[in-house]
């Protein structure tokens, strides 16, 4: 503490990159990041007022950029002592001199929610979906903004995006296939087919209360649209059930049911149940756990129909005044009518966003291993598949076309196999439209 006060004993000059000395004896020069750095182990050592008056000062520092990063962390300190409408406070400050700082934003409304102003804290969620997130992002400030109450009881998001595609059916680009009884030509419809395609993402929620209990349905939409319609993909869901907020976090058991449709024709349908856990890990940190189990009844090939089953386990975080960063782990098992057609499947993505002054830019990577539970007759061997997939992109968030952001993604996808017919490899490039109602 005291060396946080000699620090800090000339207040008349404000607290620049580098402070300099003018041969004063036992002077050091420092600059803003070894400031950060000591209020960062005060912090940690417990001597919360040392920290609050380094970054109090670093809040003055001619680079706005350094200025955003104090005041972040001075809200942080804040809270930790109790003051949350003083930590709410230099977040305001914060947004008001770079309001396009989501993370931030986000911080905002989750410290408003514990103080009780849920209004307030609904209104910083719509601004920074407004501003644009990348959807995975989203989604979790959806989950967020439907656990206040009063919440709003309606709302909708849209995605538009067209463009380029390289493997419209996600098929081998091998003109024989290799089987235990002979090589086999594949039917062109069976390779690999580019083309230009149309997507759709719509999600509706609807929150209704009865008998005290809040309840909460969801409907979702996914279209895919291509210039060659034999491989049209439309999918369908719709889930519904209590949420219950506590200490514990948030707890939704739900039921569901879904149907897909690939070529104008029905392909598969199911239904089931679900549940989901959102809860705070500290101050920036928050985890959701989801399982689900549905039937599943595939029109075309019933020896596939069985049950599925998923675990989940996510934890976004926001790093600094303007990047969030989502990690997952994954399994999935799918347990058919036949063996051959059972799989067990585990894997992980991760998402980065980081906001920029009228931008959001964002990458995803993600990584899946599938194999199956006994080899297929035709190839005399299980399914053994490694697939990596890529993406990134940028929300336009300051630019508005009839409210709709706009957004370009690169998505890249490559999928190694031991069996050629899910040996594929396929990249998009998008440019779209997207918007929270």
Not at 54 to 75: G, M, N, S, V
Not at 275 to 282: A, D, M, N
Not at 412 to 419: E, F, N
Request: charged share 25%; aromatic share 8%.
């Amino acid at each position: 503490m005291a060396l946080a006060a000699q620090m800090l004993a000339a207040p008349q000059s404000p607290v620049t990159a580098t402070a300099r000395c003018e041969r004063e004896a036992g002077c050091v020069e420092t600059g803003a990041a070894q400031l950060f750095a000591l209020a960062d182990k005060l912090f940690q050592a417990g001597d919360l007022a040392g920290a609050a008056q380094i970054l109090e000062a670093l809040t003055q520092d001619k680079h706005p950029e350094l200025r955003a990063e104090a005041r972040f962390r001075l809200a942080a300190v804040r809270e930790k002592v109790g003051d949350l409408a003083g930590a709410a406070a230099a977040l305001r400050e914060l947004l008001a001199e770079q309001p396009g700082a989501n993370p931030a934003r986000l911080e905002l409304a989750r410290i408003l929610s514990r103080i009780g102003d849920s209004k307030s804290a609904r209104s910083e969620l719509a601004k920074a979906e407004h501003a644009g997130l990348p959807p995975e992002v989203e989604q979790t400030v959806r989950r967020f903004a439907n656990s206040l109450a009063p919440a709003r009881r309606k709302g909708l998001s849209l995605e538009f995006a067209s463009g380029p595609d390289s493997n419209i059916n996600r098929a081998t680009g091998s003109q024989y296939l290799d089987t235990i009884i002979a090589p086999f030509e594949l039917d062109p419809d069976a390779r690999r087919q580019s083309g230009i395609g149309f997507s759709t993402s719509a999600q509706a929620w609807s929150r209704n209360t009865f008998g005290g209990i809040d309840l909460l349905s969801q409907a979702s939409l996914g279209v895919d649209l291509f210039n060659k319609s034999r491989f049209n993909d439309i999918q369908v869901g719709f889930d519904s059930g209590p949420q219950f907020q506590g200490h514990f976090g948030l707890v939704r058991p739900a039921l569901k049911v879904e149907r897909r449709w690939f070529g104008g024709r029905g392909y598969s349908s199911g239904y089931g149940a679900s549940l989901g856990w959102q809860f705070s890990l500290g101050k920036r940190a928050q985890a959701e756990f989801g399982a689900a189990r549905v039937r599943q009844r595939i029109d075309r090939n019933p020896v596939q129909s069985g049950w599925r089953s998923s675990l989940n386990l996510s934890l976004t975080r926001v790093i600094g005044t303007a990047t969030t960063a989502r990690g997952t782990v994954r399994w999935g098992a799918l347990d058919a009518r036949v063996k051959p057609e059972s799989l067990r499947q585990w894997g992980g993505d991760v998402l980065l966003a980081h906001q920029f002054s009228g931008f959001t830019v964002f990458a995803e990577a993600g990584y899946t291993r599938t194999h199956g539970l006994a080899p297929l007759f035709l190839f005399g061997k299980a399914r053994r598949d490694r697939r990596l997939d890529l993406g990134g992109g940028i929300v336009f968030n300051r630019l508005s076309v009839g409210g709709f952001s706009p957004l370009v993604r690169l998505t890249y996808t490559d999928s190694k196999a031991a069996i050629q017919l899910y040996d594929f490899r396929r990249t998009r490039l998008d440019f779209g439209f997207s918007r929270s109602f």
